[in-house]
């Protein structure tokens, strides 16, 4: 019985929270405002977070990835600020664990019945006396035969970035910053670890980074798809 339990409860946690696996797969939104076509392709890249700096090497990782995908998208990485048309401000970061409480029921199994019975026994005579001994026995059923509630917990992460692209040609003219487009990317999950997501996030997000989105876009994506090897430059090694 004690197996059966087991059971039930492992495959209870495999369908609720998804643990087949090896490569879990990410769910990511992403929310893009404004339209990259209409603007210029010569772009800087420049952190978006508070005292981050471009020699920053967690920015330097990142801003890899990014750069991957804007090439592909056909924007061209200027040498310099004046040679510039667009800065692309990235952002990104992890947000405070968020504990997650369940509950769920297992079935008791026990017995519920008896499905037959038979009896044996002997006669035996002494003189004009006599006397039967005499065994009944009897198969039992089993099944479900109620439940118990149990519960437990689970911790869950919000990782995010995003993209906002300012038009330099117009703050080398007036000094004004105007805003061309913003992506943003978000994903909750149990992973905490923001460089082994942040590779998924930019794949999920590459085909609507500035492209305007109407709505809120929810991507489904492994962390082993090949879209997530190129991001990484590892398309060659992967394939």
């Not at 797969?25 to 890249?45: M, P």
């Not at 990104?92 to 019975?117: A, H, K, M, R």
């Not at 999920?204 to 989105?213: L, P, V």
Request: hydrophobic share 35%.
């Amino acid at each position: 019985m004690r197996l059966y339990l087991t059971s039930i409860a492992m495959l209870f946690l495999l369908f609720t929270f998804g643990c087949a696996p090896t490569v879990p797969s990410f769910k990511v939104n992403v929310d893009t405002i404004g339209n990259a076509e209409e603007s210029a392709k010569s772009y800087l890249l420049l952190p978006g977070n508070k005292d981050t700096k471009v020699e920053d090497l967690m920015f330097k990782e990142y801003s890899s990835y990014i750069d991957r995908a804007l090439s592909d998208l056909g924007f061209v990485k200027a040498e310099n600020f004046e040679n510039a048309d667009i800065a692309i401000f990235l952002g990104y970061g992890i947000g405070d664990p968020q504990e997650q409480q369940y509950t769920y029921s297992l079935p008791t199994w026990g017995q519920t019945g008896v499905s037959s019975s038979y009896t044996t026994g002997t006669v035996s005579s002494y003189g004009n006396y006599g006397s039967y001994s005499g065994t009944t026995t009897y198969t039992p059923t089993y099944g479900v035969t109620g439940s118990t509630t149990h519960s437990g917990s689970y911790t869950t992460y919000f990782r995010f970035m995003y993209l906002h692209a300012v038009d330099l040609n117009e703050y080398k003219k007036s000094k004004q910053e105007i805003q061309l487009w913003k992506t943003t990317v978000t994903s909750s999950g149990l992973s905490g670890d923001l460089r082994r997501v942040f590779p998924v996030l930019v794949a999920a997000s590459k085909n609507h980074i500035g492209k305007n989105t109407g709505n809120m876009v929810t991507v489904n994506l492994s962390e082993n798809d090949i879209s997530v090897f190129k991001i990484k430059g590892l398309a060659e090694t992967k394939k």
